[in-house]
């Protein structure tokens, strides 16, 4: 697949560094030089502006697949973005936009006099997908990580491993769960791995369950002693766009919520858009004011302004007051790990909310892609069996590299599998398996898998 990506954002880099591998990547941007951060990737660079057609020709956007917009100028994507669409109607166009009106008016789609659809494909603000995931992770006790899949009837969910876990220093093969649950990844020392029954789980361990809402409402219940009303009580530190999105989407689930705003004017606004929610004015680094407004008794805080040492503080002194998780905005994508290692329970990144929506959107359109998980070390793949497909046992698979069928998608129901659960024709298999064994999992479901079928018959 041909790329163009025009900026040399931060945002442009983690994009580059996913795909340049095993794609052909050119990055445009007015720099005369190759900025440092792609002088060590393979990839071509054109001195220019995204929204010029020279540049825009010199880069071969007749010939590209993709197009990626993501400087730090919303209006820049967006020119740039109508006008590699001019040049090549048939290009796929993403636009990075940081203002919410953007957003707004872009998502619909125009059309010209004969009715066809032309402009941008997809409107990418990383502060609404940051938004959505922590937003999903409240509604689970515990979760540091949640992902909903065929139409919520599949999930996962990832717990950090605590000493007091009925499960904490047991082989996986001991250890008793819920019908139609699996522990399907771990990721240990930073290093995710797929386990098998003799896998010892470790205090400290990030556990990646997947199955289905019923059986992880009763694993969340029986092993992490929690009921499944969920949570009831959030602090927000920050009224900013997310802070706002989010105590939106609580109060249109009855969770009660605080949020401390330090500039007055927008603390109006918040107040004036916001129907139950209580807006504080105050600095979330003032130790006395968490006191008073009893934020320690807060079932979860979200520390979501603009600023990484900020959200640091505030969630450090958070864990202090006593808060049983916390949920921090990192603005710097290399900073989840650093804010991970200090004892923040769970640390979110706009940037990397919105790789995974560029996978999601734009690459493996044979094979959906449904979630990346632990930073990309883990990918949740969807692959859908022919119609000519014969029936086998899912232990008569032999797969080349670790991977698990964690469920199977059967028209309306969803099949939480065991070893004598059959694949059969049209069956859509949920896999969980590492990044860098995912090639060779879709490969052998879409050729191998074929063979072995066809042999046996």
Request: aromatic share 6%; charged share 30%.
């Amino acid at each position: 697949m041909k790329v163009i990506i025009s900026g040399t954002s931060e945002m442009a880099v983690l994009i580059t560094r996913e795909l340049y591998e095993i794609h052909d990547v050119t990055v445009i941007d007015s720099q005369e030089e190759v900025p440092e951060e792609f002088n060590k990737l393979d990839v071509s660079y054109i001195s220019g502006s995204g929204a010029s057609i020279n540049s825009l020709e010199a880069a071969g956007v007749k010939k590209a697949d993709v197009f990626i917009a993501c400087t730090m100028l919303d209006e820049a994507n967006i020119v740039s973005s109508w006008t590699a669409k001019k040049i090549n109607p048939n290009i796929e166009t993403m636009c990075f936009v940081r203002q919410y009106q953007y957003l707004e008016t872009f998502s619909m789609p125009f059309t010209n006099a004969n009715g066809t659809e032309k402009g941008i494909d997809h409107i990418i603000w990383p502060e609404e997908l940051l938004m959505q995931e922590i937003f999903r992770i409240i509604l689970v006790p515990e979760a540091i990580d949640v992902e909903i899949f065929a139409g919520g009837k599949a999930r996962l969910l990832e717990y950090r491993m605590k000493e007091d876990s009925p499960m904490a220093n047991k082989l996986i093969k001991n250890c008793f769960f819920p019908e139609d649950t699996l522990i399907v990844g771990i990721t240990r020392d930073e290093s995710l791995f797929i386990p098998d029954g003799n896998t010892e789980l470790n205090v400290n361990d990030k556990v990646i369950f997947m199955g289905s809402e019923e059986g992880l409402n009763n694993l969340a219940a029986t092993f992490f002693e929690k009921k499944k009303k969920g949570t009831t009580s959030t602090a927000i530190i920050g009224g900013g766009n997310v802070g706002f999105m989010l105590a939106s989407n609580l109060e249109n689930i009855d969770v009660r919520t605080k949020l401390i705003e330090v500039d007055e004017d927008r603390c109006d606004y918040l107040s004036d858009n916001l129907k139950r929610t209580l807006v504080i004015k105050g600095d979330g680094t003032d130790l006395e004011l968490l006191e008073s407004e009893d934020i320690g008794d807060s079932e979860v805080l979200v520390c979501v302004t603009n600023n990484d040492e900020k959200n640091l503080l505030c969630s450090l002194l958070a864990k202090q007051l006593g808060v049983k998780r916390v949920i921090t905005r990192v603005g710097k994508a290399r900073n989840v790990n650093l804010f991970e290692k200090v004892g923040i329970d769970v640390a979110v990144s706009p940037k990397e909310a919105a790789l995974r929506e560029i996978r999601d959107k734009l690459l493996e359109k044979d094979v959906g892609i449904l979630a990346l998980v632990e930073k990309g070390q883990g990918e949740v793949l969807e692959i859908t069996m022919s119609e000519d497909f014969e029936d086998i046992k899912i232990m008569d698979i032999a797969l080349p590299v670790k991977a698990i069928i964690g469920a199977i998608k059967r028209g309306s129901k969803i099949l939480i599998p065991k070893g004598n659960t059959y694949i059969r024709a049209n069956d859509n298999l949920i896999i969980f398996t590492t990044t860098e064994s995912a090639a060779k999992v879709k490969s052998f479901f879409k050729e191998e898998l074929i063979k072995v079928a066809k042999n046996r018959s």
